[in-house]
């Protein structure tokens, strides 16, 4: 937003890390088991705030849809950028996808002028720190159940499941005994039983794996042969293939690879952005109800980015990155408590196992099909003409007016960022008499922050709703309604996998799960929380451990922050994207200092909190005087680094936000 209006984006000077890739990939090896690997290694590495630049032999064996794969990614590993050089194989890649023959040497010959050209060697650069990563030590593997960097070997899928089931939620498990992990259900529709580990949502989805031709060639060879050999993916199992372009459609159905993944219920649903984002819509009210009455831990299984916790169904505990061939694969197990290089996928037509291994494609394979993947004339006669075959699109009324005539809409309204604006930016005041609004661990996503998925009917954005008169089934979703503050506000913490330490817990350790919080040892939700604390004009502290947020680059998780009350955050350490975001919106990011915690500081959300030194004069990378004030009257005061990065974020701060920041600009 202020991008538009002209403010620049500031970043610091990052490191630089370089990863070297050496040797080549084994067969059957596909680049999403590479990128997860990257993943897990870079996030052990703490790259974040840093640029990483893959070199030498390997990275140049790799085509530059694998590169691709591997620097989408990005984001899941914590970097500011994955960059890889250009070379002889991106020019070709260019040619390939339609770029004229004079765009091509063009981009060349601007690479080689400025010797950026090729991919560097060992030694060749002088880079912060280096990694390295063998591409022969690479397995097929997914990710999960909560976070794209906790990969899994393929063979441990079930005792990772195991493990993952029988181990506390404060470990990050599932809290359950290990003797209910057979446990089936009846879901009192058409005779169809549910367990623990059944896969419910199998999506071949996003721009990481579907714009790699490699990987969905894979996908519709494995499921051509499974289609052969009389398997069938399980008729309760949501599936459902949403490439990233058009063109991948076009190669697909010239492959004859289309109609076996149509068989298996992997149809079309749409072009983007689908289930890894929450867009995969509801499961059957039967197998709903079956799963919150019984407290299943099913499993989706998605080709996506991210997999953190209710980001792709809030009823689904366990959800697992993995190629699209894998995707397929375990549709037809319809479990993921599977170890799939021993266990069969099922029984063909005779009642033969049916293995992996003879499903999987081989190298050659995919090769002999990739060259009507890299058709020029598919990509220019695709995207020469974007309003082709655009129907419902170009019917649509866009008006011709300056602004938009917005209707009354509780999809859109005027937010309240610029209320009691002024030209003159208020003083910038010091934090008495603070309460926490939320004690939360590590690793708390965007998602958990300010969810994108659907809500049910007695959240506070469900209540909000229904007293505007809108019926349950419209209710649509959070990522739908980022138009509209009052949802939004209502939606922040709001995810139904957060889990507020100031909460009691009960005997095996768990604490309720959602967006609850406590107001004088009364739970409550943390928006009525807010409320009663704003009437008090008692200014609010979120308190985190590490990596608070991590995943999107969602802007509201910052904004619904704000709205709440919220003055602080405080935490061990931030993802770089939301921290500059909170700087942006006037919430001060706080982080601890060496091994301090609000765990060894026992704080309970009883305590009251007041920091000085927050003024006009504030000052990048300053240290603040927090005093903790406990019930008792006993205090303690700790010193907190000041996660205002450069000066102009200081200068933003002071603002009140980036937003007033630019409106002062642009009036005076």
């Known amino acids: ?83 890889f050089p250009v070379d002889a194989k991106t020019v070709e890649y260019m040619r390939s996808t339609g770029r004229s023959e004079e765009e091509c040497e063009w981009f060349e010959a601007w690479f080689r002028s400025q010797k950026l050209f090729g991919i560097p060697s060992a030694g060749d650069i002088d880079y912060t720190r280096v990694l390295r990563l063998a591409l022969g030590d690479i397995v097929p593997s997914l990710a999960g159940p909560k976070r794209p960097q906790d990969r899994i070997a393929l063979p441990d899928m079930r005792t990772s499941f195991a493990r993952q089931f029988a181990q506390s939620t404060a470990d990050g498990g599932f809290g359950r005994s290990a003797g209910e992990l057979s446990k089936r259900v009846g879901s009192g529709r058409d005779g169809i039983d549910l367990g623990h580990g059944d896969v419910l949502i199998a999506a071949i989805t996003s721009c990481t794996n579907t714009s790699n031709p490699a990987v969905m060639l894979a996908a519709g060879l494995l499921a051509k042969k499974a289609v052969a050999r009389g398997l069938a993916v399980a008729p309760h199992i949501k599936t459902s293939l949403a490439p990233g372009s058009r063109v991948v459609t076009d190669y697909l159905s010239a492959a004859g690879l289309l109609e076996p993944l149509q068989q298996l219920g992997f149809a079309l649903a749409g072009y983007g952005c689908t289930t890894c984002i929450g867009n995969a819509g509801d499961l059957a009210d039967a197998f709903n109800d079956a799963i919150t009455a019984e407290h299943l831990v099913v499993a989706a299984v998605l080709s996506g980015n ?185 939606g922040t913490f709001a995810n139904v996998r957060v889990r507020n330490m100031m909460l009691p817990a009960d005997e095996s350790g768990a604490r309720p799960e959602g967006g609850f919080t406590l107001v004088d040892g009364r739970q409550t939700t943390v928006f009525d929380a807010a409320e009663h604390w704003r009437e008090q004009n008692v200014p609010l502290l979120v308190f985190a451990g590490e990596e608070y947020g991590t995943g999107s680059s969602r802007d509201w998780a910052a904004k619904g922050a704000a709205l709440l009350g919220v ?41 009251t909190f007041h920091l000085a030194g927050v003024d006009g004069a504030l000052e990048p990378r300053a240290r603040l005087q927090l005093t903790v004030e406990r019930s008792n009257g006993q205090r303690r005061q700790i010193e907190l680094l000041v996660r205002i990065d450069t000066p102009i974020e200081a200068t933003y701060y002071r603002h009140g936000g980036i937003l007033p920041f630019v409106l002062r600009q642009l009036l005076t």
């Open 306 to 490: 991210r997999n953190f916790e209710a980001r792709i169904h809030p009823n689904i505990r366990a959800n697992y990155l993995a190629s699209p061939p894998l995707v397929v694969a375990f549709a037809l197990a319809g479990r993921c408590n599977i170890d799939l290089t021993t266990e069969p996928l099922g029984t063909d037509r005779d009642g033969v196992p049916v293995f992996l291994r003879e499903l999987w494609p081989s190298s050659d394979e995919i090769a002999e099909l990739l060259p009507l993947a890299t058709r020029p004339s598919d990509y220019q006669a695709r995207y020469r003409d974007l309003s082709r075959d655009q129907d419902l699109w170009n019917a649509i009324d866009g008006g011709d007016g300056d602004v938009y005539a917005w209707p009354e809409s509780t999809y859109i309204a005027e937010p309240p960022f610029f209320d009691r604006f002024s030209l003159e930016p208020p003083p910038v005041t010091p934090i008495e008499g603070g309460r926490a609004l939320l004690l939360l661990g590590d690793s708390v996503t965007t998602d958990h922050i300010s969810p994108a998925g659907a809500f049910g009917e007695q959240t506070p954005a469900g209540q909000w709703l229904r007293a505007q008169g809108v019926e349950r089934k419209a209710f649509n979703s959070y990522g739908s309604r980022r138009g509209h503050h009052d949802v939004m506000i209502r």
């Open 567 to 607: 003055r602080a955050v405080v935490a061990r350490s931030f993802e770089r994207i939301h921290r500059s975001n909170l700087v942006g919106m006037g919430v001060l990011p706080l982080q601890f200092l060496g091994e301090e915690s609000w765990q060894s500081l026992e704080i309970d959300g009883s305590e």
């Open 1 to 83: 937003e202020a991008a538009m209006l002209g403010q620049p984006v500031y970043i610091l000077t990052p490191d630089v890390v370089g990863v070297e890739l050496t040797g080549s990939l084994p067969e059957g090896v596909t680049a999403t088991d590479l990128v997860l690997a990257v993943t897990e290694m870079l996030r052990r590495q703490k790259v974040v705030g840093s640029f990483v630049e893959f070199f030498g032999e390997g990275t140049a064996s790799l085509s530059v849809t694998d590169r691709a794969t591997i620097a989408n990614m990005a984001p899941e590993y914590g970097a500011t950028m994955g960059y």
